[in-house]
């Protein structure tokens, strides 16, 4: 909700979607909550209505609007993309530019034509159902609830709740790809009798819901190269990850804001810089999604962990700290003392934890190398800005993000 403070949408979107006060979390019966305080509570709005919200302001801001237009080619000079085909009603019509933006989600048709390559990506090993339920009138003061947010695992399947607009909440669960053919064809019975059979859900699950049940069955997660001569990309088009920790798009609206800044600077080595930073900054969260949402993520480490985290108001201030992109989810909690509670949990003859602990300590290798790399391509690419900026005679100024770019401004 911060970035869209910034832009004065904040309030606006509260209007429609109230702050959600907190966040239940875990696995199995080892749950906790996470308060948000009063000033830093986040918003669950339908995408249907912030969508229309930020094209509204869009249009206000002086952006041309064009509604039930599709992307059908790219004109270009050379290697370079110098605008776009667009086609309404069945007319086509060529539209100049000196930077074509792609934001048309994972399928995204820009990146398609421009031949963005697809990197460090892999298939969700999970299919998940949701529909919207009418919010009841207790559910702000059930201390179950206390109108907030739930995320949890519960066996083989996560399971969660977002107060959404208004009167509604959104509810649902991921479950294993491979327990599709029991959806097949019953998906509003299996989901119904899913959430009924929960005991945090099934309060909630009265008569059917106020919408069609919605799905997502084969997702793949990835990042794509964000930018090339005269075109980039910006949110699920050029980075998708798993939704499982139930972080939204925060990241996508950061990442706007980033390009937009890159673009003003009319400079192909910005829009690298912005394509580069994107990386350094989101793998480590994407790495930590892809964790939260594998199927071994329900494991006894994981249960000491949540365990932990429940009862040290500490921890939980790291996570909140996470949430809000203030810092790393893997600085939440520090290695030596995951070592000591496994060590403590082996010693009480929980040996459960052995095999977790060692995947754990593999994986981290791996994801430490990875941000090293992300890390590296960064900086190079900021060098190469920098450098260009002295022999430009560019003035540096403060941009936003982790890094300065050049101003058009001169010394």
Same mark, same amino acid.
């Given at each position: 909700?911060?970035?869209?403070?910034?832009?004065?949408?904040?309030?606006k979107v509260r209007r429609f979607a109230?702050?959600?006060?907190?966040?239940? &979390?875990?696995? %199995?019966?080892?749950?906790?909550? #996470?308060?948000? @305080?009063?000033?830093?509570?986040?918003?669950?709005?339908?995408?249907? %209505?912030l969508d229309a919200l930020l094209l509204e302001e869009a249009r206000a801001s002086g952006a041309e609007v064009r509604a039930r237009t599709r992307l059908v080619g790219l004109l270009r000079d050379g290697e370079r993309v110098t605008g776009a085909v667009v086609e309404h009603d069945g007319?086509?019509?060529? *539209?100049?530019a000196r930077i074509v933006v792609g934001a048309d989600g994972p399928h995204s048709t820009t990146a398609e034509l421009v031949g963005a390559e697809e990197y460090h990506g892999y298939d969700c090993p999970r299919a998940m159902y949701w529909a919207y339920w009418p919010r009841p009138d207790w559910f702000d003061t059930? @201390?179950? &609830?206390?109108?907030?947010?739930?995320n949890c695992t519960f066996g083989d399947d996560i399971v969660f709740v977002f107060p959404t607009n208004r009167d509604l909440l959104l509810i649902g669960v991921a479950f294993p790809k491979?327990?599709?053919?029991?959806?097949?064809?019953?998906?509003?019975?299996?989901?119904?009798e899913t959430l009924k059979g929960n005991r945090h859900t099934a309060p909630l699950i009265t008569g059917e819901p106020v919408s069609k049940v919605l799905g997502a069955l084969k997702l793949r997660f990835f990042f794509r190269q964000a930018a090339?001569?005269?075109?980039?990309? #910006?949110? +699920?088009?050029?980075?998708?990850? +798993?939704?499982?920790?139930?972080?939204?798009?925060?990241?996508?609206?950061?990442?706007?804001?980033?390009l937009g800044q890159a673009i003003v600077e009319d400079d192909d080595r910005a829009l690298e810089c912005y394509w580069r930073q994107r990386d350094a900054t989101s793998i480590d969260l994407f790495e930590y999604s892809r964790g939260r949402g594998a199927l071994g993520h329900n494991n006894p480490l994981s249960r000491i962990l949540f365990g932990k985290l429940t009862a040290d108001p500490v921890l939980q201030a790291r996570l909140l700290a996470s949430q809000n992109r203030r810092c790393s989810p893997f600085a939440v909690f520090d290695p030596s003392d995951i070592k000591k509670w496994a060590d403590e949990a082996?010693?009480?003859?929980?040996?459960?934890? *052995?095999?977790?602990? *060692?995947?754990?300590?593999?994986?981290?290798?791996? *994801?430490?190398?990875?941000?090293?790399?992300?890390?590296?391509?960064?900086?190079?690419?900021?060098?190469?800005?920098?450098?260009?900026?002295?022999?430009?005679?560019?003035? @540096?100024?403060?941009?936003?993000? +982790?890094?300065? #770019?050049?101003?058009?401004?001169?010394i």
């Open positions: 909700m911060a970035l869209l403070d910034e832009l004065e949408l904040g309030d109230p702050p959600v006060p907190s966040m239940m &979390y875990g696995n %199995d019966d080892v749950t906790g909550r #996470v308060e948000y @305080p009063v000033g830093g509570r986040c918003s669950c709005p339908r995408r249907m %209505d007319v086509r019509e060529e *539209i100049r059930d @201390p179950r &609830y206390l109108g907030g947010a739930m491979t327990q599709l053919p029991q959806w097949k064809g019953r998906a509003l019975e299996k989901l119904t090339g001569p005269g075109w980039a990309l #910006v949110g +699920d088009a050029g980075l998708f990850m +798993d939704p499982s920790p139930g972080f939204g798009i925060t990241d996508a609206l950061r990442d706007a804001r980033a082996i010693a009480g003859g929980e040996t459960g934890v *052995i095999q977790p602990l *060692i995947d754990m300590s593999t994986r981290g290798e791996a *994801i430490r190398a990875e941000m090293a790399l992300r890390q590296r391509l960064a900086d190079e690419a900021h060098a190469r800005w920098a450098q260009a900026c002295e022999s430009d005679d560019l003035a @540096p100024v403060a941009a936003g993000g +982790d890094r300065d #770019v050049c101003a058009r401004a001169s």
